[in-house]
C-alpha cells in the first residue's frame, strides 16, 4: 500500500492555483485538536457576550483559527506569485488573496473532518 500524506486540490477561486493539504492523522488530529482547543473556548465566551468588543474578539479569534488551520496543514502552493515573489505559507498569510486563505482552510478543514463541537473543545 502507497499512503500519500498529502492531497493535492485545484483551487476553486483563483484559476491555475493548486495546493497542497495534509491529511490527518492521529498525530496530526491531536496536535491540531490541542492548538485549536483554546481559541474555540475564546470564541465560545465573547460569542456570549454583549458588547461590540467581546463580538470583535470573537471574530478575531477565528481568523487566528483560519491561519493556524493554513499554518498546520498548508505544504505547497503552485501557480501563484504575490508582488512578484513565488507564493509560500508566509506571504500568502500576509499579502495572499483572502478568497484563497478562505478555501484553503476550509479544505484543511474538511480533510481533518473536524465537527465545530471537536473545534471548540
Do not use: H
Not at 490541542?34 to 468588543?53: N, P, Y
Not at 493554513?70 to 505559507?89: F, M, N, R, V, Y
Amino acid at each position: 500500500m502507497e499512503y500519500q500524506s498529502v492531497r493535492v486540490v485545484e483551487s476553486a477561486v483563483c484559476a491555475g492555483v493548486r495546493f497542497s493539504v495534509a491529511r490527518i492523522s492521529f498525530g496530526r488530529r491531536l496536535e491540531l485538536t490541542r492548538r485549536v482547543r483554546e481559541l474555540g473556548r475564546k470564541i465560545e465566551f465573547d460569542e456570549a457576550g454583549d458588547s461590540l468588543d467581546q463580538k470583535l474578539s470573537a471574530a478575531i479569534a477565528r481568523v487566528e483559527i483560519d491561519r493556524l488551520y493554513i499554518d498546520w496543514g498548508l505544504t505547497l502552493i503552485e501557480g501563484l506569485s504575490i508582488d512578484g515573489q513565488i507564493a509560500d505559507k508566509q506571504n500568502l498569510l500576509a499579502a495572499g488573496p483572502e478568497e484563497l486563505c478562505r478555501e484553503i482552510s476550509a479544505e484543511i478543514r474538511q480533510e481533518c473532518g473536524l465537527s465545530e463541537e471537536e473545534r471548540k473543545n
